[in-house]
């Protein structure tokens, strides 16, 4: 049995096999579906969320080696879809074709959580193992400085 704290409620998860992948987890056994699937190797970010309050790729991770830590997925970020980030991304018109936002958000939050005024430099090694197919990646660095303002 693998215990965890998913968007603040205390889940234990004994029937689902400690092999099996925290995203397979989430989307089919508790039906978070707002964290994607990509490449299934770990190295797109689609599938993002943090772990202990860490950015972490979750399409690889089983559940047994993560027994009694804390997740939190793009539905534990806010309620009404009104973080400063989702806000941001709205308004700079990051949103393209979908595949990558989830996973740039969790990066994102991440990164404002440790560092309430990134640089360019920041925020480009932070969102460097996110992909985006549409290259909105001049506004992802906006919509984060915007945030970033908006939280200050």
Not at 29 to 40: E, N, Q, R, S, V
Not at 138 to 147: E, F, G
Request: glycine share 10%; with cysteine.
């Amino acid at each position: 049995m693998v215990t965890l704290r998913i968007n603040g409620d205390e889940m234990s998860l004994d029937d689902v096999d400690p092999t099996t992948p925290l995203l397979w987890v989430l989307r089919d056994h508790l039906g978070l579906t707002g964290t994607k699937f990509g490449c299934g190797m770990g190295q797109c970010g689609s599938c993002t969320i943090h772990l202990d309050g860490r950015a972490t790729r979750c399409c690889v991770l089983p559940i047994r080696d993560i027994d009694g830590m804390s997740v939190t997925t793009i539905e534990g970020l806010s309620e009404d879809d009104d973080h400063p980030l989702q806000e941001a991304w709205v308004e700079a018109g990051v949103p393209q074709c979908g595949y990558c936002q989830v996973g740039q958000l969790m990066s994102a939050a991440a990164l404002l959580a440790d560092n309430d005024e990134p640089s360019d430099d920041d925020i480009d090694r932070a969102m460097s193992g996110n992909l985006c197919r549409c290259g909105t990646y001049t506004r992802i660095r906006s919509a984060i400085h915007a945030a970033a303002r908006a939280m200050r």
